[in-house]
């Protein structure tokens, strides 16, 4: 073994030698560091055999861990192309209603694969959600859609829906005349992908302003 410096620091080998026979459980409570190690060319003994089992239940977590997450990003994925989907199939439907408000209620959570949506507007409309005065422009500022988790303004927007507003996305509908947004709700947070849904969602709000002539 040599006394020679292992950095610039001036730590040897001997200081590393010294520092893990002092803290015997320091690799144990630090398992991130036997993917990092070189493990010896031959195995002496069950110490160094259970130093290499270490290492290999390491890189398999690390493996595990980013096998779920490549999963993860191919599930947004696939959700964020279907929403565009549905977004195409929802503004055709939209184009045809004789009851925008109706419409969105009533065909646009079966169309979107959600949960349930509203017409939220800051005047009364029948079949919307009336909304207090300065609503949208607190909720939305000046974005065009807003996805959020476990909103505590559930009931005034979701109404009856509310127990099932695990996640949402508010939707500006745009033009003249009141304030006036789209209230979605989902139970899984796919069906509302905020990585790839937006410009999907703030399409549809804009279609939904044509039907009511806005």
Sequence with gaps: MTG????SSGVSAEDVVAFL????RFLAEHPELYRILAP????????????????LRAERAHATAMAERADGVLAAGRAAAGLAARVQEAVLAMIGAANA???VSCELPALLAIDAASLCIEADLPGARLLPPGAVASLLGPRAVVFRAGAADA????????RLA????????PGEGPPA????????????EPSQGTGALAFLGRAVAVALGR
Excluded: Q
Aim: with cysteine; aromatic share 2%; glycine share 4%.
């Design 155 to 162: 009931p005034l927007l979701h109404g009856e829906a509310a």
């Design 21 to 24: 026979r002092a803290h015997p």
């Design 101 to 103: 408000a109706e419409c």
């Design 181 to 192: 947004l789209l209230a979605l709700v989902a139970r899984d947070r796919h069906a509302l």
């Design 40 to 55: 010896p060319l031959r195995v002496h003994g069950d110490t160094l055999a259970d130093h290499m089992a270490a290492m």
């Design 166 to 173: 695990r996640y949402d996305a508010l939707v500006r509908i």
């Design 4 to 7: 020679a410096p292992l950095s």
